[in-house]
C-alpha cells in the first residue's frame, strides 16, 4: 500500500493542512483516518507516490478603508448574485436548531483523480453523504463508498478554527456584505490568487454547509465584488441538472457556480478545462462536477431524513 506524503506542515496556514490531506487520501483511495469532510473544489494537482507533495502559496489582500469598491464581477455576474442573494435571504431554514444536531447533505460528485505515472481522469459521478454537527463540537461522518469511505468519522472542529462551516459558526458570519468581503480575504487561502481563493470559498460555503439566509445573501453579494467574475447562461452539473452559473478562469480551468434559472436555488459546480492542460486533460473536457441533491437537519450522525 503507498504510503500518504508527508504534507509540509510549517508551510501551510490552519485549515489548508486539514483540507489538502482529505483531499490526498480521497484521491489516492487508501485506508482512511479521521479527517474533515471540507474539501475546495478542484484546485488540485495532486500526484500519488511518494513524492508527491503539496504546497500552498499563501496571498494576502489589503482591503482599502471608506466608501466600498464598484462590483468587480462582470455587470451581468453582479446582476445575477443580486438575484441569487434575494432567494437566499427568503430560503427555508428549519427552525430550533440545536447544538447536539447535524447538517445531513446529501450530493452527486465527480472529481479528478491523479495517479502517478498515468494521465489525469475523471472518476464516476457517484453518491456521497456527510453528516456536519451542528456547532462543529461533535464529530460528523462521511459515506462515499467509491472514494473508499464507508462510514469515516470527521474529526469535530477546532475552536479556533475561523473558516469552520459548522452551522453556528457561520450564524456569526456578517450580514453586511462588505464585512462578509472583509471575511473572505481573511481565511480564505490556497489559490493563486486572492481572488480565486475568494470564489473557491463562497463554492465551499455554498455546497457542503447549511448558510443561514443572512450571511448567504451577504455571501452572494460580497461575491460580486470578486474580480474576474462573469456568468455562463447554460451550465450542468453532476446530476444532469441545467442552470445558470457564476463563473471564473484560473489556471486553466472555468470554474462554475450553477444555480436553477428559476428559483437561483444552487445546484452544484462544476470546472471545465479552457485549454490544453499540462497534465492531460483537453480543452473543453469537464475536469470534476457536483451536484447537491438534499440539505437537512437530523438528530444524530447517520441518520437520513
Known amino acids: 500500500m503507498n504510503q500518504l506524503p508527508e504534507l509540509p506542515d510549517r508551510d501551510l496556514p490552519p485549515g489548508r493542512h486539514r483540507l489538502l490531506k482529505e483531499h490526498l487520501m480521497t484521491e489516492i ?8 469532510v471540507r474539501r475546495r473544489f478542484l484546485r488540485t494537482a495532486l500526484v500519488v507516490g511518494a513524492a508527491a507533495a503539496v504546497t500552498a502559496l499563501a496571498v494576502t489582500l489589503t482591503v482599502p478603508s471608506g466608501d466600498p469598491a464598484p462590483p468587480s464581477a462582470s455587470p451581468e455576474a453582479a446582476a445575477l448574485l443580486e438575484d441569487i442573494a434575494l432567494a437566499a435571504a427568503h430560503s427555508d431554514v428549519p ?8 447538517v445531513y447533505i446529501k450530493s452527486k460528485v465527480g472529481w479528478s483523480v491523479y495517479e502517478e505515472g498515468k494521465p489525469p481522469r475523471l472518476e464516476p459521478i457517484h453518491q456521497r453523504e456527510v453528516w456536519k454537527s451542528v456547532d462543529g463540537t461533535r464529530k460528523g461522518l462521511l459515506r462515499d463508498a467509491d472514494a473508499g469511505f464507508d462510514e469515516q468519522p470527521l474529526d469535530a472542529d477546532a475552536p ?3 473558516s469552520s462551516t ?15 468581503y472583509d471575511w473572505l480575504n481573511s481565511v480564505s487561502e490556497g489559490s493563486s490568487s486572492k481572488d480565486e481563493a475568494n470564489f473557491v470559498l463562497v ?18 453579494r460580497a461575491a460580486a465584488r470578486i474580480s474576474g467574475v462573469f456568468v455562463i447562461d447554460d451550465a450542468v452539473d453532476a446530476a444532469g441538472r441545467h442552470g445558470v452559473a457564476v ?15 428559476e428559483t437561483k436555488e444552487f445546484l452544484g459546480e462544476r470546472a471545465v478545462a479552457v ?6 486533460f483537453k480543452k473543453g473536457e469537464v475536469t470534476a462536477r457536483t451536484a447537491i441533491l438534499e440539505r437537512a437537519v437530523v438528530d ?6
Open 203 to 220: 463554492g465551499d460555503l455554498a455546497r457542503e454547509s447549511l448558510m443561514p439566509p443572512a450571511q448567504a445573501a451577504a455571501l452572494y
Open 247 to 261: 463563473a471564473r478562469l484560473d489556471d486553466g480551468e472555468r470554474q462554475e457556480l450553477i444555480f436553477d434559472k
Open 300 to 305: 444524530k450522525a447517520g441518520q437520513r431524513p
Open 160 to 162: 479556533d478554527d475561523a
Open 29 to 36: 483511495r487508501q485506508e482512511p483516518s479521521e479527517t474533515p
Open 275 to 280: 485549454e490544453d492542460m499540462a497534465g492531460g
Open 95 to 102: 427552525k430550533d436548531i440545536r447544538d447536539d444536531q447535524f
Open 166 to 180: 459548522n452551522y453556528r459558526n457561520l450564524q456569526s458570519l456578517p450580514t453586511d456584505p462588505d464585512k462578509m
